[in-house]
């Protein structure tokens, strides 16, 4: 009986002894195999950061948020008053929804500030006391409001970052006077959105915060544009927007209408873009993977025609069927394995690259100025790619190798030896 362990050495030394023979010619041919597996770890890397990303842009806005606001109906006659979302409505959502965790609405106005002789175009936004739990505003400078700024009614504002760069150049703006209008209010702060929503909420680079009952007093209206609740979990939020929905409904005439919408269908819609990208950009690894397993399979026949000859001598003193295929077969998985390996280690290497250069204060520096970004940005890196790679390159070789193999084993033995 055969010594497996025996055959098994004898077969992957006379096959690394063949590809050290012909260095070259297995260095060219594991190419195709390196590109393709460092192509399909690299493909899920991208993936999972891209994926990452936007979600982590998406929930830094809210994915827990619940959005409402009242339809204008587009023609004056049809406007009533009655039927904007007030301190009531928003009242009432949190007292007969218990998944609600936080609520809060905003008002705002277009008027202008005056500043060392120069006019600045601002749109003055009304805040209730929970709209920065709401959306988790960054104070850069100074300080939000507190709840004896909410109560008091004090005369205090916030400004975006790009507001104090414009208004006051050389100088701290905490603690500076703004006049908007015929109102007066003191600096205590500088803010920036957490995530930047592109201008599609009422904050705006050229917003300046304030208490909603400032915008009350001064307008004399006691409704919101914008009404935001906050559910306690992402599971809460398809139940919280239609009792947010039934809320403003029922506490309104019936040719009221309301717009009720979450961030749920975009985080969806980013995951199903990330899987479809996912597949999409393996497929296009799947094809280079083939064409190096053509190309491995083209040097694997070339190879076999090289060394019919001793092919014939190791049949005619006694080698079996076998042991041929198997060597042949080792020889393909030895040059897509390593293949694999190599392309493995470039696919992992970049981004732990990447990640120590994002680490470097100069350029977290550079991102956190560019994206906003606050948080540390992280490429992960996917071990099961890894594995994934490793595994369809070896396959691939074995696939591909087979058929040069099989046709080395079937050679006979005298035909073999006369063959030149």
Known sequence: MRNTSVFWNETFHLAMQALRANKVRAILTMLGVIIGSACIVLVVTVSLAGKRYIISEIEGVGSN????EMINPGTSENLVLADQVTPGDLQAVEQDIPQVQHAAGTNDLRM????????????LVGVTEEFNAV??????QGRYFDEDD????SKVCLVTEQLATSMFPDHDPVGKDLTIGELHFTVIGVFRERVGTFGETEITPESVIVPFDLIKDYTGT????SFYAQADDAEDVPLVTQRVAEVLVSRHRPGARYRVWNLTSI????HNISRALTVLLILIAMIALTISGIGIMNIMLVTVTERTREIGIRKAIGAPRDAILYQFLAE?????GTGALVGIAIGVLIPVTTNILLRLPVVADFLNDVMGAATEVNVPISWASVVLAFFVSCSTGLVFGYLPANRAAKLQPTESLRYE
């Open 332 to 336: 393909a998985v030895l040059i897509s």
């Open 267 to 270: 985080l969806e819609a980013a």
């Open 135 to 140: 959306r988790q505003l960054v104070a850069v």
């Open 150 to 153: 909410m109560m008091s009614r």
């Open 112 to 123: 202008s500030v005056t500043v060392s002789g120069q006019v600045h175009p601002i749109s």
């Open 65 to 68: 948020l619940v959005l409402a």
């Open 222 to 225: 006691d409704y919101f544009k």
